[in-house]
């Protein structure tokens, strides 16, 4: 592969940035070639022949890239080529030619659509070797660029970008930390460690929850999602230090800043709304066993059952139900029997005559754990004895109960008709060799 490397570049890098015009210029193809095809693959092969291309002819070919995308002359879709083969030659590249090429791309950050998705790409392939022992003095080196691109906010940035932006993000607060293990130079620096990295959380924190709500496209709403989950994981992991113990809890902190988010918005703000209440139901489900107090429990409750009793969108009614069936599932049995009659209170004084299919499922999938762990009879008879009972509840408790013991019924036969099955097959089977 190397010796091949050397004849095969220059191909390589004219079908991608030329076209594939210039194969055919005599003979044109018997079949219609599909130029978006030849591309992807030429750039396939290009990453491929990374891990095998001499040193010395990477630099070479970066040092030629990073020059023919500094020059004027060329038109601006040469160079949008050229940044997609300086990011596959990120890949192998070593602390000076990062250097260069990072260089080479720092004006494409504040430019718009499509060269910025470029600029933010090769930053993210950058980042995918933070890991690496070798790109430390990189990341030191670039930091007060780094920092200037999180602190600009994300009101600039297009939204194809946002993915990357997060991801980005998230790999910056890993630097925050400097190593991932406990080593021993890390807890000494422990205090000031933490310090930066709330700091960071602190900035990055609008930015994550905005993006989490589903008007956002998949891979940016799992980036988001992933930024909170890591973002409050390596906090508490800084904070459990002795050094930092005296500090207030990180978890309790952004718990009450996502109380005071869902009361200020919800009758304002829906969309910011449905974020806090879809970071509450992530956290919950991570971490409600280590909150500080029973008070943020507390206040837990109240938020969904205000939620459900005030506000009508149905998108807002279904996150507050599904965050109501994550904090049950979540609950230890004592703590749920402290708040027994406010969860059944507030779920069963919801309106449910205007409730869509999505919630009609979700509350189905509430009632299904809430049978679990009080039994049909319990939420039987708490749905009787309560002041505003209908027989909507009373008859999705008869389904839902229903469905358990079917579904239990067939489980249960299914396993008697594969045991006698083998049974009558084994018998069979020694009849015959007897």
């Known amino acids: 592969m190397k010796r091949y490397a050397k004849n095969f570049f220059p191909i390589l890098f004219s079908i991608y940035t030329n076209g594939?015009?210039?194969?055919?210029?005599?003979?044109?193809?018997?079949?219609?070639v599909d130029p978006n095809a030849v591309h992807q693959s030429t750039l396939a092969t290009i990453r491929l022949y990374m891990h095998t291309i001499p040193k010395s002819l990477l630099k070479q070919y970066i040092a030629l890239a990073s020059t023919k995308l500094n020059d004027q002359e060329i038109i601006s879709e040469q160079k949008i080529l050229l940044v997609d083969i300086l990011t596959a030659m990120c890949i192998a590249a070593d602390v000076d030619d990062l250097q260069t090429i990072f260089n080479s791309i720092k004006p494409w950050f504040d430019s718009h659509e499509r060269p910025q998705k470029k600029a933010y790409r090769l930053l993210a392939q950058i980042y995918h070797r933070i890991n690496e022992?070798?790109?430390?003095?990189?990341?030191?080196?670039?930091?007060?660029?780094?920092k200037e691109i999180i602190c600009s906010g994300y009101e600039k940035i297009q939204v194809p970008v946002v993915s990357m932006r997060l991801f980005i993000l998230l790999q910056h607060a890993v630097l925050c930390l400097g190593?991932?293990?406990?080593?021993?130079?890390?807890?000494?620096?422990?205090?000031?460690?933490?310090?930066?990295?709330?700091?960071?959380?602190?900035?990055?924190?609008?930015?994550?929850?905005?993006?989490?709500?589903?008007?956002?496209?998949?891979?940016?709403?799992?980036?988001?999602?992933?930024?909170?989950?890591?973002?409050?994981?390596?906090?508490l992991r800084l904070w459990s230090t002795e050094e930092n113990s005296y500090k207030p809890n990180p978890l309790d902190t952004y718990f009450c800043r996502l109380f005071v988010t869902v009361k200020k918005c919800s009758k304002d703000n829906i969309n910011k709304l449905c974020?806090?209440?879809?970071?509450?139901?992530?956290?919950?489900?991570?971490?409600?066993?280590?909150?500080?107090?029973?008070?943020?429990?507390t206040q837990l409750i109240g938020c969904v059952s205000e939620v459900l009793d005030s506000v009508k969108e149905a998108s807002v009614r279904l996150l507050a139900?599904?965050?109501?069936?994550?904090?049950?599932?979540?609950?230890?049995?004592?703590?749920?029997?402290?708040?027994?009659?406010?969860?059944?209170?507030?779920?069963?004084?919801?309106?449910?005559?205007?409730?869509?299919?999505?919630?009609?499922?979700?509350?189905?999938?509430?009632?299904?754990?809430l049978i679990d762990i009080l039994g049909i009879e319990e939420l039987f008879s708490f749905v009787r004895s309560?002041?505003?009972?209908?027989?909507?509840?009373?008859?999705?408790?008869?389904?839902?109960?229903?469905?358990?013991?079917?579904?239990?019924?067939?489980k249960t036969m299914g396993k008697n008709r594969s045991y006698s099955g083998i049974k009558k097959f084994t018998t069979k089977s020694f009849n015959r060799k007897t």
């Open 20 to 32: 594939v015009e210039d194969l055919f210029a005599e003979n044109k193809p018997i079949t219609k």
């Open 133 to 146: 022992d070798d790109l430390k003095s990189f990341f030191a080196n670039n930091k007060p660029f780094l």
């Open 179 to 235: 190593a991932l293990q406990f080593s021993e130079t890390l807890v000494l620096s422990s205090i000031n460690v933490f310090d930066e990295l709330v700091e960071f959380c602190d900035l990055i924190y609008n930015e994550i929850l905005v993006h989490l709500n589903n008007v956002n496209s998949k891979s940016t709403r799992q980036q988001s999602a992933n930024c909170l989950t890591e973002m409050i994981e390596k906090l």
């Open 275 to 297: 974020c806090a209440l879809i970071a509450l139901n992530i956290l919950t489900r991570k971490h409600l066993r280590n909150l500080s107090s029973t008070t943020l429990v």
């Open 321 to 369: 139900i599904r965050l109501m069936r994550t904090a049950c599932s979540k609950m230890q049995p004592f703590i749920f029997n402290q708040f027994k009659n406010i969860i059944l209170t507030a779920v069963f004084s919801q309106p449910i005559d205007s409730s869509t299919v999505r919630t009609r499922k979700a509350n189905s999938l509430l009632l299904d754990q």
């Open 386 to 410: 309560s002041a505003n009972s209908t027989a909507i509840w009373i008859k999705m408790l008869k389904n839902s109960d229903k469905m358990r013991r079917r579904k239990h019924r067939r």
